[in-house]
DNA sequence: ATTTTCACG
DNA sequence: ACGTACGTGAAAATG
């Protein structure tokens, strides 16, 4: 194995590392008002890219200050930088400490550029026959990619990269050659950097010229063969413009160092001498990574030995202590794996900080009256981690818990959705406490997961758990009431997870014989095309491999490539049915990846979940994951259970009632993402329409193509319009309507531009709504969810439109979210006041699924859709509309 | 572990 | 000029 070398472009990581956090900017400081986040990211990277990679040599190279050898050739270059933002200027010296401290050696020289020191070491690396990898935020290093080097470019933040050998580049640049990016570069300029290149000359003519010339010396001998064009006089006009900005945008590999190969080791990070480093900086995360894997111990002992938690393992004895708790306490029961209703449950803790926590490895002795009892007392309230596990968890034993509090996953949740963590260790290092030790540290993970059968170990662990819990639970109350999201804790989400809890264990049975059945046909069915494609290929292969099945189409068949993905060719439904006219086979292979996909993830797939002992299956209901405040489902998803296809949708005959002679009822909300357009945008013809019912689509329809009241709008239109209304809600692009509706990009331009003459005051909103997420940097839905945007002052244009988008639609999806789900509440509530039989089932985003005697189907069909479109009130009505038959398929 | 594809709202 | 529709989960292939 060549020896690995690695070169990072230090101030241009520097400088991503600093945008990437600059939305926490004022949040990240030390105890001497020092800014932490571009050290804060940096660091980052270095532990999760450099430090993995473990090169033989490293470098970060630094600029040395403003003048170098280009601003002596050009007064302006790089003129028009804004200057460096004070609150980045002054880590810098902080950066180089933390290179250092990670075995790195940090390097600069004063005329030159950090890419100069780059391309110089790269090259003689190279030479010396060292694999060379450099890393930096700047395409401008790609000029020195080879077969020897490779430059991996940041795409977002700074830990994620994309990989640039020789045919990634050319792949990039359409065709132009790593050694080709200079000249192009010469012949475009570059404004960032400020110099000139040619005028009128973009990637696009740049790329052809060299495609026909190579490089700018050849364009340039054979200019006046050029035909005559306005393109040809700025060639011959700016050739000394061209020649110039060559010469600023090719980096140096022949700079005289002092240091070589040998001066520059990777020495590995000394994770002793960090510690203070940290400390200093006040990286409280990164300490409590470095106390689990063992390092600076000393000066924290006293947390986790933390003399101040008073723990007892549960007795006989001691029963009578157990019972004494009284007032508000935590609780947390451990188990083996996140399935809930399968898991096995290793251990319990319970207590309070105050009376002391009591902890015990049989949850037998939750079954004692003396802790039955507790949990089930309405008189002391509770706080946990994930309270709907609880609540399956403990209902398995069969015991209620009663009076859940705070439940601090779902509170963190709310505070924002990007928590998305699965241990308390990491949550509670959300809210700076860090005296939980993680889970993979107590009992590993993969095939080394272990319980430790040392009791001290465990209880440890579970007391600390519990522990943590009780600290934060006030924490995060307080957060709840400073976002003013207390009501949505506690009218919609807490009681939310009861009826959850409800709805996954009461599950859904399934008729695997049904399944069984369907699933031979669609077996015989594969086996017969996969035949006729081998015989039509006139070789096996395998046509679930993307990889194999593009070889087969775009290089035995020579099929046309119409889309690539970034690992070959794409082979996408899309793609496929642009082909299907060339070829019989792509028919084929579209039929086997449908049948394919009911076969395995539907019909072996839910029979791998259908419990044996009632034949029915229970979906967990994720609450604290989505970024816009949907539910989702897991183990298995039973949130997109085929119904757009027909040999799909049959899948469903397999959802039946858990009892003869009772229904599958259903009941959907009708466009009720527009619906709430409509009403928090306030326009006054798009709630017009939903006042007088019309058909929203056709209305639409008749907005933008400028129709009158009576005039019939036929189906294209519609369509057309239906697409327009789908992507106002996601937030609109003209590219994205062209490409659904399959019209240029300038029409679906001036479809837009007409649906916001038409609607102002949606127009009006969506800007608004943008603009708040700018200021605020969070988006608010009619319940005060909250969703972070980050990005929305992004540099990069895509993350930024990315964020624009989801500022749009988050506000619109997330109200809907917030509806059903009071509806779900007031719903549960419902069927016990009226004393029905009835039981809730499933929840698919705008419907609600459940099982019912018939005889109470009549009373359903007027109490299902009064609760739901009763649920908020809105400036418009909200519809719902019901269904029921013997199966779910036969619910429409 | 990541990528691609495809099922749903 | 940039390169895109919003939100999910599961299966299989592949690195």
Same mark, same amino acid.
């Given at each position: 194995?060549?020896?690995?070398?690695?070169?990072?472009?230090?101030?241009?990581?520097?400088?991503?590392?600093?945008?990437?956090?600059?939305?926490?900017?004022?949040?990240?400081?030390?105890?001497?008002?020092?800014?932490?986040?571009?050290?804060?990211?940096?660091?980052?990277?270095?532990?999760?890219?450099?430090?993995?990679?473990?090169?033989?040599?490293?470098?970060?190279?630094?600029?040395?200050?403003?003048?170098?050898?280009?601003?002596?050739?050009?007064?302006?270059?790089?003129?028009?930088?804004?200057?460096?933002?004070?609150?980045?200027?002054?880590?810098?010296?902080?950066?180089?400490?933390?290179?250092?401290?990670?075995?790195?050696?940090?390097?600069?020289?004063?005329?030159?550029?950090?890419?100069?020191?780059?391309?110089?070491?790269?090259?003689?690396?190279?030479?010396?026959?060292?694999?060379?990898?450099?890393?930096?935020?700047?395409?401008?290093?790609?000029?020195?990619?080879?077969?020897?080097?490779?430059?991996?470019?940041?795409?977002?933040?700074?830990?994620?990269?994309?990989?640039?050998?020789?045919?990634?580049?050319?792949?990039?640049?359409?065709?132009?050659?790593?050694?080709?990016?200079?000249?192009?570069?010469?012949?475009?300029?570059?404004?960032?950097?400020?110099?000139?290149?040619?005028?009128?000359?973009?990637?696009?003519?740049?790329?052809?010229?060299?495609?026909?010339?190579?490089?700018?010396?050849?364009?340039?001998?054979?200019?006046?063969?050029?035909?005559?064009?306005?393109?040809?006089?700025?060639?011959?006009?700016?050739?000394?413009?061209?020649?110039?900005?060559?010469?600023?945008?090719?980096?140096?590999?022949?700079?005289?160092?002092?240091?070589?190969?040998?001066?520059?080791?990777?020495?590995?990070?000394?994770?002793?001498?960090?510690?203070?480093?940290?400390?200093?900086?006040?990286?409280?995360?990164?300490?409590?990574?470095?106390?689990?894997?063992?390092?600076?111990?000393?000066?924290?002992?006293?947390?986790?030995?933390?003399?101040?938690?008073?723990?007892?393992?549960?007795?006989?004895?001691?029963?009578?202590?157990?019972?004494?708790?009284?007032?508000?306490?935590?609780?947390?029961?451990?188990?083996?794996?996140?399935?809930?209703?399968?898991?096995?449950?290793?251990?319990?803790?319970?207590?309070?900080?105050?009376?002391?926590?009591?902890?015990?490895?049989?949850?037998?002795?939750?079954?004692?009256?003396?802790?039955?009892?507790?949990?089930?007392?309405?008189?002391?309230?509770?706080?946990?981690?994930?309270?709907?596990?609880?609540?399956?968890?403990?209902?398995?034993?069969?015991?209620?818990?009663?009076?859940?509090?705070?439940?601090?996953?779902?509170?963190?949740?709310?505070?924002?959705?990007?928590?998305?963590?699965?241990?308390?260790?990491?949550?509670?290092?959300?809210?700076?406490?860090?005296?939980?030790? =993680?889970?993979?540290?107590?009992?590993?993970?993969?095939?080394?997961?272990?319980?430790?059968?040392?009791?001290?170990?465990?209880?440890?662990?579970?007391?600390?758990?519990?522990?943590?819990?009780?600290?934060?639970?006030?924490?995060?109350?307080?957060?709840?009431?400073?976002?003013?999201?207390?009501?949505?804790?506690? =009218?919609?989400?807490?009681?939310?997870?009861?009826?959850?809890?409800?709805?996954?264990?009461?599950?859904?049975?399934?008729?695997?014989?049904?399944?069984?059945?369907?699933?031979?046909?669609?077996?015989?069915?594969?086996?017969?095309?996969?035949?006729?494609?081998?015989?039509?290929?006139?070789?096996?292969?395998?046509?679930?491999?993307?990889?194999?099945?593009?070889?087969?189409?775009?290089?035995?068949?020579?099929?046309?490539?119409?889309?690539?993905?970034?690992?070959?060719?794409?082979?996408?439904?899309?793609?496929?049915?642009?082909?299907?006219?060339?070829?019989?086979?792509?028919?084929?292979?579209?039929?086997?990846?449908?049948?394919?996909?009911?076969?395995?993830?539907?019909?072996?797939?839910?029979?791998?979940?259908?419990?044996?002992?009632? =034949?029915?299956?229970?979906?967990?209901?994720?609450?604290?994951?989505?970024?816009?405040?949907?539910?989702?489902?897991?183990?298995?998803?039973?949130?997109?259970?085929?119904?757009?296809?027909?040999?799909?949708?049959?899948?469903?005959?397999?959802?039946?009632? =858990?009892?003869?002679?009772?229904?599958?009822?259903?009941?959907?909300?009708?466009?009720?993402?527009?619906?709430?357009?409509?009403?928090?945008?306030?326009?006054?013809?798009?709630?017009?329409?939903?006042?007088?019912?019309?058909?929203?689509?056709?209305?639409?329809?008749?907005?933008?193509?400028?129709?009158?009241?009576?005039?019939?709008?036929?189906?294209?239109?519609?369509?057309?319009?239906?697409?327009?209304?789908?992507?106002?809600?996601?937030?609109?692009?003209?590219?994205?309507?062209?490409?659904?509706?399959?019209?240029?990009?300038?029409?679906?331009?001036?479809?837009?531009?007409?649906?916001?003459?038409?609607?102002?005051?949606?127009?009006?909103?969506?800007?608004?709504?943008?603009?708040?997420?700018?200021?605020?940097?969070?988006?608010?839905?009619?319940?005060?969810?909250?969703?972070?945007?980050?990005?929305?002052?992004?540099?990069?244009?895509?993350?930024?439109?990315?964020?624009?988008?989801?500022?749009?639609?988050?506000?619109?999806?997330?109200?809907?979210?917030?509806?059903?789900?009071?509806?779900?509440?007031?719903?549960?509530?419902?069927?016990?006041?009226?004393?029905?039989?009835?039981?809730?089932?499933?929840?698919?985003?705008?419907?609600?699924?459940?099982?019912?005697?018939?005889?109470?189907?009549?009373?359903?069909?007027?109490?299902?859709?009064?609760?739901?479109?009763?649920?908020?009130?809105?400036?418009?009505?909200?519809?719902?509309?019901?269904?029921?038959?013997?199966?779910?398929?036969?619910?429409?």
């Amino acid at each position: 194995m060549a020896k690995t070398l690695l070169l990072i472009d230090g101030n241009s990581l520097a400088f991503r590392a600093f945008y990437a956090m600059h939305s926490q900017l004022e949040r990240m400081k030390n105890q001497d008002g020092l800014h932490t986040n571009a050290l804060v990211a940096f660091n980052n990277f270095l532990d999760t890219l450099v430090d993995p990679m473990q090169p033989d040599y490293c470098l970060v190279a630094w600029d040395a200050g403003k003048t170098t050898f280009r601003t002596e050739k050009l007064d302006s270059y790089k003129g028009s930088r804004q200057s460096t933002p004070p609150e980045l200027v002054e880590q810098f010296p902080y950066l180089r400490q933390l290179v250092e401290l990670h075995g790195i050696t940090s390097y600069e020289l004063p005329g030159y550029e950090a890419d100069d020191i780059i391309g110089t070491i790269a090259k003689a690396g190279a030479q010396e026959g060292l694999a060379v990898t450099i890393v930096t935020g700047d395409r401008d290093l790609l000029q020195l990619v080879d077969e020897n080097i490779t430059v991996l470019v940041t795409k977002k933040g700074v830990t994620e990269l994309e990989t640039f050998d020789p045919a990634a580049v050319i792949e990039k640049y359409d065709g132009l050659t790593a050694a080709q990016v200079v000249d192009m570069k010469a012949l475009t300029g570059d404004t960032a950097d400020n110099y000139p290149g040619v005028t009128k000359i973009g990637p696009v003519t740049a790329i052809k010229l060299l495609k026909e010339w190579q490089t700018l010396e050849n364009l340039y001998d054979n200019v006046e063969s050029l035909k005559k064009s306005k393109m040809k006089d700025n060639l011959i006009n700016d050739r000394e413009q061209a020649f110039m900005s060559q010469d600023l945008a090719r980096i140096r590999t022949d700079v005289a160092l002092p240091i070589g190969i040998a001066d520059i080791n990777y020495r590995g990070a000394d994770y002793e001498g960090i510690v203070p480093f940290y400390q200093m900086l006040n990286f409280k995360q990164q300490l409590a990574k470095l106390h689990a894997a063992g390092y600076g111990k000393e000066a924290n002992e006293a947390t986790q030995n933390n003399p101040a938690i008073k723990m007892q393992v549960i007795t006989e004895a001691n029963l009578a202590q157990v019972a004494a708790l009284e007032g508000e306490i935590s609780f947390y029961l451990e188990t083996t794996s996140p399935n809930y209703h399968i898991s096995e449950m290793v251990g319990f803790a319970i207590g309070n900080a105050t009376q002391g926590y009591f902890v015990a490895r049989s949850v037998d002795w939750l079954l004692t009256p003396v802790l039955s009892n507790l949990l089930t007392s309405p008189a002391i309230k509770k706080n946990v981690y994930n309270a709907k596990a609880a609540l399956v968890l403990l209902n398995r034993l069969g015991i209620k818990l009663v009076n859940v509090a705070t439940d601090i996953i779902l509170a963190a949740y709310l505070l924002d959705t990007n928590t998305n963590v699965d241990d308390i260790d990491e949550l509670a290092q959300q809210f700076d406490y860090y005296d939980v030790e =993680s889970d993979e540290a107590i009992y590993g993970k993969g095939a080394k997961f272990a319980i430790p059968t040392d009791d001290d170990i465990l209880f440890k662990h579970l007391v600390n758990k519990v522990h943590a819990i009780d600290q934060l639970a006030p924490k995060v109350t307080a957060k709840l009431i400073e976002h003013e999201q207390l009501p949505l804790y506690e =009218s919609i989400e807490l009681p939310l997870t009861h009826v959850l809890a409800a709805m996954e264990i009461t599950g859904i049975t399934v008729d695997t014989e049904q399944l069984r059945a369907q699933g031979s046909k669609l077996v015989e069915r594969l086996s017969e095309l996969e035949q006729a494609i081998y015989r039509q290929v006139g070789e096996e292969f395998n046509i679930q491999s993307p990889k194999q099945l593009g070889e087969i189409l775009f290089e035995k068949m020579k099929l046309p490539v119409i889309k690539k993905t970034k690992t070959g060719y794409s082979t996408a439904v899309d793609v496929l049915e642009k082909l299907a006219p060339e070829a019989p086979i792509v028919e084929d292979i579209l039929q086997y990846r449908q049948v394919a996909k009911l076969q395995q993830t539907y019909i072996e797939g839910l029979l791998k979940v259908v419990h044996s002992t009632d =034949s029915k299956i229970h979906t967990r209901y994720m609450q604290t994951l989505t970024q816009t405040g949907r539910l989702s489902s897991v183990d298995p998803n039973l949130q997109n259970i085929p119904i757009r296809l027909e040999e799909g949708r049959k899948i469903r005959q397999a959802f039946v009632p =858990s009892h003869p002679d009772w229904q599958i009822f259903g009941a959907d909300y009708s466009q009720i993402e527009l619906r709430v357009l409509a009403h928090i945008t306030g326009d006054e013809h798009l709630q017009a329409a939903f006042k007088e019912d019309d058909d929203i689509h056709a209305a639409t329809a008749r907005r933008i193509f400028g129709l009158s009241k009576d005039e019939p709008v036929d189906g294209n239109m519609r369509r057309k319009a239906k697409a327009v209304n789908f992507g106002i809600v996601y937030g609109i692009s003209d590219f994205g309507l062209s490409q659904s509706i399959g019209v240029s990009r300038p029409e679906a331009k001036k479809m837009i531009e007409t649906y916001f003459e038409q609607y102002p005051g949606v127009d009006a909103w969506l800007k608004s709504v943008v603009a708040e997420a700018k200021l605020n940097g969070y988006v608010e839905t009619l319940s005060k969810r909250r969703r972070y945007l980050p990005e929305i002052n992004a540099k990069s244009f895509n993350l930024r439109s990315f964020a624009e988008r989801t500022a749009m639609n988050t506000p619109i999806q997330g109200s809907a979210a917030d509806i059903i789900k009071l509806a779900m509440i007031n719903m549960q509530t419902a069927l016990q006041e009226h004393g029905l039989q009835a039981k809730m089932l499933l929840q698919v985003h705008d419907e609600l699924i459940f099982e019912a005697p018939t005889s109470e189907i009549a009373t359903l069909e007027a109490l299902v859709p009064k609760i739901m479109d009763s649920a908020v009130t809105l400036d418009v009505p909200l519809k719902v509309e019901s269904h029921y038959g013997p199966t779910w398929f036969d619910a429409k």
